[in-house]
């Protein structure tokens, strides 16, 4: 590990969660380590996760995210309408077929920064995490394959106004599942947080689903 303070233990970040902090003192907790290369299969996450009803974890994320309440098609869990902002451009779109759900940290991402080492139960709630809103999100199509799956170092929102809301979820996401980032990514984010995001503060988060090493 370089270039970093390690990573606090679960009850000294809860305590900093509390309330709102500054995604910056936060980022400093975030082991700074090479990538794990090799033996990433997405099928190694489970994603998309069944969640009964006939709904699987997109129709879940559609579902939360629509600022009205979603129509479903006649059959089954299939959402027909709603009202959603793709937050990486800034696009709103009334039909979910231009939408796609991202793993804002991606699940390649998360492979190579500790997810190689986890079990297959934490792999699949990583995946299918709806118990806070940060880690997947509902975005354009065309924004998502953009994106793919790089880190901020690599990859930020093309609309200025969404790039430190974008950072400070990277952080909580990199802090609550304890993931690590390579160089390039933590020097990035902290020149972010230091420079035209400095004060960003996030908002406190849940524990995560299941434990994880």
């Given at each position: 590990m370089a270039g970093a303070a390690p990573i606090a233990s679960n009850s000294s970040v809860a305590a900093r969660a509390r309330g709102t902090v500054l995604a910056l003192d936060l980022l400093g907790f975030v082991p700074v380590?090479?990538?794990h290369r090799?033996?990433?299969h997405r099928e190694l996450f489970d994603y998309p996760q069944q969640?009964?009803?006939g709904c699987d974890t997109r129709d879940r994320v559609l579902e939360q995210?629509?600022?009205v309440r979603v129509r479903f098609t006649t059959s089954g869990c299939s959402i027909a309408r709603g009202s959603w902002v793709s937050v990486y451009d800034g696009?709103?779109?009334?039909s979910p077929a231009g939408l796609e759900i991202d793993h804002v940290v991606a699940l390649k991402e998360a492979w190579d920064s500790g997810a190689w080492a986890w079990s297959a139960a934490a792999?699949?709630?990583?995946a299918n995490d709806l118990t806070d809103s940060r880690t997947l999100q509902a975005v354009s199509s065309t924004s998502n394959r953009k994106k793919g799956?790089?880190?901020p170092s690599n990859w930020l929102p093309p609309s200025a106004s969404d790039v430190c809301s974008y950072v400070g979820d990277w952080?909580?996401?990199k802090i609550r599942w304890r993931l690590s980032m390579d160089q390039s990514e933590f020097g990035r984010i902290r020149n972010l947080l230091r420079g035209p995001c400095s004060g960003w503060r996030v908002a406190a988060w849940a524990r995560t689903p299941v434990p994880v090493p």
């Open positions: 380590e090479r990538e090799g033996g990433y969640m009964g009803g995210e629509s600022a696009l709103t779109y009334t792999r699949r709630a990583f799956d790089k880190d952080v909580v996401i």
